[in-house]
C-alpha cells in the first residue's frame, strides 16, 4: 500500500517554472515506478512523465520532452517534476501516481496508487 501526497502547484506567468514533489508513505515505495499526470477541466487524464523504481529509466510525454523533468530521491520516498517553459496550455491539476511495473506507462488505469492533485495554473 502506498499513500501519495503532492505539493508544489501555483500560479506562474507563461515561460516561468515549477517543481512539483510527491511524497509517498509505504515501506516498499523504492520499488515502485512512479508517474506525473495532469487533466485539465473537461479533458481525460494524461501522462506526463514516468521514473522506474532505481532512477535509470524515464519517460515523457512529447509534448514535455525537454521542458519537464522527473526524478526520485528515494531515501526521501519523493519524487519531483521540475517543469520549465510553462505554457498556458500546462494548466491542469497533476496528479502522482504510483505502479508496480515498468510497462504500460501512459495508461491512466494502469496506476492502482494516486495522489489527491496540485493544481497548476499558467497565465499568458
Do not use: H
Amino acid at each position: 500500500q502506498v499513500q501519495l501526497v503532492e505539493s508544489g502547484g501555483g500560479l506562474v506567468q507563461a515561460g516561468g517554472s515549477l517543481r512539483l514533489s510527491c511524497v509517498a508513505s509505504g515501506r516498499t515505495f523504492s520499488s515502485y515506478t512512479m508517474g506525473w499526470f495532469r487533466q485539465a477541466p473537461g479533458k481525460e487524464r494524461e501522462f506526463q512523465a514516468a521514473i522506474k523504481w532505481g532512477g535509470a529509466s524515464t519517460a515523457y510525454a512529447d509534448s514535455v520532452k525537454g521542458r519537464f523533468t522527473i526524478s526520485r530521491d528515494n531515501a526521501k520516498n519523493t519524487i519531483y517534476l521540475q517543469m520549465n517553459s510553462l505554457k498556458p496550455e500546462d494548466t491542469a491539476v497533476y496528479y502522482c501516481a504510483a505502479k508496480g511495473r515498468w510497462d504500460t506507462l501512459v495508461s491512466s488505469q494502469g496506476y492502482p496508487y494516486w495522489g489527491q492533485g496540485t493544481q497548476v495554473t499558467v497565465s499568458s
